[in-house]
């Protein structure tokens, strides 16, 4: 195993998206039995942080109609925070209502690809963030609420992003009431460089409300971005087993990071993530089983891990 770096923190948490992200992009829509078999096998492999679905209309995304039902099941799993994403008020109504430890309002910081997914400007959606924050505090509720600045390194649509604008609208979150903001790079233009720019100002700004990294592997570059994020302090990540998701409104952005290529790489660098990566693996493959005619991705499930691996270095949490 190679030696911990000082320059990376001991600890990170992968926050498993596939439940949303993944499924909500492909076209198999998994029976809520499987689905639950998912949440409570990663959780048994020592995952403590599951997106599980959306709270949007079923005629939209019928991928994930059954999202309140499965919030309901994950806050019974002991120690597991359950988050799910919201587009909208009504959205995040439900999420209060449901008993989420978190929601994430997504907002795009390309105007064009905004327009596109949500229907909204970016400053219309932290307008709805304001109203979200409001109705959840006269609820009395301790849903936490997330930020998640989308196309962060670039659009589809649109093509360039500013920096500028990025740091704008995150600053704008916080102020109108996020307890937290991530940043995401929902078509994979990022590189390493790009990432540790974007992540060394953001954390000036938002400190410990810096929650998360989200990247797509769209360029072959997920990994890689993810330890340029590790170099600048942040140490929570999204990602998707068997490296499943994208976005409808960004063509070509198919690939989540993968679940378990993340769990090894941290694993092996000595970056504690307490999962059992044989038990993922296996979870994989019962997933795999279930999106017969999917596409997945990742590199772990084929090769295995190799036989220096510190399995418990890697679960020490």
């Known amino acids: 195993m190679t030696p911990h770096s000082s320059r990376l923190p001991a600890q990170a948490v992968i926050r498993e998206v596939g439940l949303r992200d993944g499924l909500q992009s492909i076209a198999t829509v998994l029976p809520t ?58 959205g995040g109504e439900s999420a209060i209502a449901a008993g989420a430890d978190l929601m994430i309002v997504p907002l795009s910081a390309s105007h064009a690809h905004s ?65 937290r903001v991530s940043l995401a790079d929902t078509v994979g233009y990022a590189d390493p460089a790009m990432v540790r720019d974007l992540f060394e100002d953001a954390q000036k700004i938002a400190g410990d409300r810096f929650w998360c990294g989200h990247f797509h592997d769209t360029r072959g570059l997920g990994l890689a971005n993810v330890y340029a994020a590790l170099e600048v302090g942040v140490n929570r990540f999204d990602a998707c087993l068997a490296g499943i998701g994208g976005c409808p409104h960004a063509p070509g952005a198919s690939g989540n990071v993968s679940t378990e290529d993340l769990a090894y790489m941290l694993g092996s660098m000595g970056v504690a993530t307490g999962v059992d990566i044989d038990a993922l693996l296996a979870l994989r493959q019962r997933v795999a089983g279930w999106l017969s005619g999917e596409t997945l991705h990742g590199s772990l499930w084929q090769a295995g891990l190799p036989k220096t691996f510190a399995r418990d270095v890697a679960l020490s949490h």
């Open 115 to 179: 327009l596109a997914n949500l229907r909204k400007t970016p400053d219309e959606v932290v307008a709805e963030v304001a109203r979200i924050r409001a109705a959840r505090d006269a609820a009395g509720s301790k849903t936490l609420i997330e930020g998640g600045v989308g196309t962060a390194f670039g659009c589809t649509i649109q093509g360039q992003v500013d920096k500028s604008e990025v740091l704008r609208l995150m600053q704008a979150l916080l102020d109108a009431g996020a307890d």
């Open 33 to 90: 039995e499987h689905k639950r078999e998912w949440i409570r096998a990663a959780h048994a492999a020592g995952q403590r942080e599951i997106e599980v679905g959306s709270f949007v209309p079923a005629r939209l995304l019928p991928q994930l109609a059954d999202t309140a039902e499965l919030v309901d099941f994950a806050k019974t799993l002991p120690g597991l925070f359950v988050s799910v994403l919201v587009p909208n008020l009504r």
